[in-house]
C-alpha cells in the first residue's frame, strides 16, 4: 500500500497517538524479512528493537541487517554505540521514542522490528521504576549470592515471585537481587509492581504483531543460523573485537556467540565445545524470548510465512478510524 492510501498526519485529530507496527518475537522467526516486507509496502521504515544491533562492529554475531536488507528499507537504532559505551532499555526509549515522532511528522509508518522485549516494553510503555529499595538489604543478598550461588536466591524468588521468577534466567544475577530486595522491603512481588504499571504510560497506539514457529522448525533454524554464522567469520570478527581492546568483561562481549567464540579464542574451551554450547543457549535464549512475548495479550501471532496476511492486518489497523472520545458513553 502506498502512503497516498493512508490518512496522513495532518488528517489525524488532534491529540490521536501516532500509531506503530511492532514485529516482535524470537530469534530465527523471520522478523527482519517480514520488516521489510512491511516497510515497502506500506511506505514504513524500520526502528529496531534489538539490544545487540546497536553496537557498532558487531554484525555477524547480531544478524545484523546486511547492506541489501538496509537499502531495501530504512532502518534506525543499527551501529548507535561502540562496544565498550554503555547503552540500556532506558538510553533506547529515548531514542526509538524520537524517531518515532520524527518519522510520524514525516508521514512514514514507524515499523519497531526485534527480539528485545524490555526495549518494546520501554518504548510502548515506559519502565517501572521504583524507589523500594534499602543498600543494607542489597548487600546482604550480593552477598548470600556470592557465598550460595545465585541459583540458590532463584529458587528463593519462585518461592515468594514466581511469575518473575520464570520471567528471568536463573544466571541473571542484578534482576533476582533487585526482585528479592523489593520483596523483602515492601512485601509485595516486583511482578506486581510491574503490573500496575504496565498502561500508565502509553504515549503510542500499537499494533504488535509476533512470528511464531513450530518449536522444531524454529530450533532447526537457530541450527543453521549459528552455522551460517560461522561460515560468514564469526569467528574473525571476535578476534578482531578482542584485538581492538573489546575485552571479554564488557557486557556487549558477555552476550550469545561473542562470549562463545571468545572463550575458544583465549583457549578457555575447544571449538566444538563452543560451537555445541552456542547452538543450546541460542535455544535457550529464543525459549525465554517466547515467554516474555507470551505473557503480553496485546501481542497478534501469525507465521512468518504468511506476510499477505500480516499486510492486510496492519494496513486495516492504519485506515482505522480514530475513536472520537465525545462519541464515548457516559456511565449514569
Not at 96 to 121: C, S
Not at 126 to 150: K, M, Q, T
Amino acid at each position: 500500500m502506498g502512503t497516498s492510501e493512508r490518512a496522513s498526519s495532518d488528517e489525524e485529530p488532534p491529540g490521536s497517538k501516532p500509531r506503530v507496527i511492532v514485529i516482535c518475537g524470537p530469534t530465527a522467526t523471520g522478523k527482519t524479512a517480514a520488516g521489510i516486507a512491511l516497510a515497502r509496502a506500506l511506505g514504513g521504515e524500520i526502528i529496531s528493537a534489538d539490544s545487540m544491533q546497536v553496537y557498532r562492529r558487531m554484525d555477524i554475531g547480531t544478524a545484523k541487517p546486511t547492506a541489501a536488507e538496509r537499502a531495501a528499507a530504512t532502518h534506525h537504532l543499527i551501529d548507535v554505540v561502540d562496544p565498550d559505551e554503555p547503552f540500556d532499555a532506558a538510553r533506547y526509549a529515548a531514542l526509538a521514542r524520537a524517531k518515532v515522532l520524527e518519522l510520524h511528522r514525516r508521514g512514514a509508518v514507524p515499523i519497531i522490528v526485534g527480539g528485545t522485549g524490555l526495549y518494546i516494553k520501554a518504548l510502548l510503555h515506559g519502565l517501572f521504576r521504583s524507589d523500594a529499595g534499602d543498600p543494607a538489604v542489597r548487600r546482604r543478598l550480593a552477598a548470600e549470592a556470592e557465598a550460595r550461588g545465585i541459583r540458590e536466591l532463584h529458587a528463593r524468588l519462585a518461592a515468594c515471585d514466581p511469575e518473575s521468577a520464570r520471567r528471568l534466567h536463573p544466571n541473571d544475577t542484578a534482576r533476582i537481587l533487585r526482585a528479592l530486595e523489593v520483596f523483602e522491603v515492601t512485601g509485595r512481588p516486583i511482578s506486581g509492581f510491574h503490573r500496575e504499571h504496565r498502561f500508565a504510560e502509553a504515549p503510542f497506539d500499537a499494533l504488535q504483531i509476533g512470528l511464531h514457529l513450530d518449536r522444531d522448525v524454529l530450533y532447526e533454524r537457530i541450527e543453521c543460523r549459528v552455522d551460517a554464522m560461522l561460515a560468514a567469520g564469526l569467528e574473525d570478527e571476535v578476534r578482531g573485537l578482542l584485538a581492538a581492546g573489546y575485552g571479554p568483561q564488557l557486557k556487549s562481549m558477555q552476550s550469545i556467540g561473542y562470549s562463545h567464540a571468545a572463550a575458544w579464542l583465549t583457549e578457555r574451551i575447544g571449538r566444538d565445545e563452543a560451537v555445541r554450547t552456542l547452538k543450546r543457549d541460542t535455544r535457550r535464549f529464543a525459549k525465554r524470548q517466547m515467554t516474555w512475548f507470551r505473557a503480553d495479550s496485546q501481542i497478534v501471532w501469525r507465521r512468518p510465512d504468511r506476510i499477505s496476511e500480516i499486510g492486510r492486518q496492519a494496513r486495516g489497523y492504519l485506515l482505522r478510524p480514530t475513536p472520537d472520545p465525545s462519541e464515548s458513553p457516559v456511565a449514569g
